[in-house]
């Protein structure tokens, strides 16, 4: 059974950002690097805070969260993820996000049965 947990210490976003393996988009940039916790993933957002005030930052973070939330049961384990989200976030509305995110998990080989070229 997969667990999700919340990635929020600096050392390992920064990590994630120099070593990890990454795909990004219009709306959504995905970083990911496996994790030493077998059965875990640790999970991450961030919405920089030029793309507007606090509201506007945490209904994007929430809906992020949600879209991950979705996407989990077929989510491969062991891996640390961070989604950043971009200027096209703020548009997008709940389904394209959600296409957007499975994309990107696609891309980066994060999709149980499904590789890179599936």
């Known amino acids: ?19 990890g393996r990454h795909s990004a988009g219009g709306r959504l ?3 990911a690097m496996k994790n030493r916790l077998k059965d875990t993933n640790r999970m991450g957002i961030t ?3 030029k793309l507007g ?3 506007t930052r945490n209904r994007v973070r929430r809906r992020l969260r949600e879209c991950y939330r979705l996407s989990e ?6 891996w640390d993820i961070v989604i950043v989200a971009r200027h096209g976030a703020l ?4 389904s394209g996000l959600m296409r957007e995110l499975r994309v990107h ?7 149980q049965g499904a590789g890179p070229n599936a």
């Not at 548009?91 to 709940?94: H, L």
Request: hydrophobic share 40%; aromatic share 8%; glycine share 6%.
């Open 1 to 19: 059974m997969l667990h999700t947990i919340s990635l929020n210490e600096n050392h390992r976003f920064r990590a994630l950002y120099a070593r």
């Open 29 to 31: 940039a995905v970083y």
């Open 47 to 49: 919405v920089s805070s």
């Open 53 to 55: 005030g606090a509201v």
């Open 73 to 78: 049961p077929g989510t491969r384990a062991g």
């Open 91 to 94: 548009q997008s509305d709940f």
């Open 105 to 111: 998990l696609k891309k980066l080989d994060l999709l």
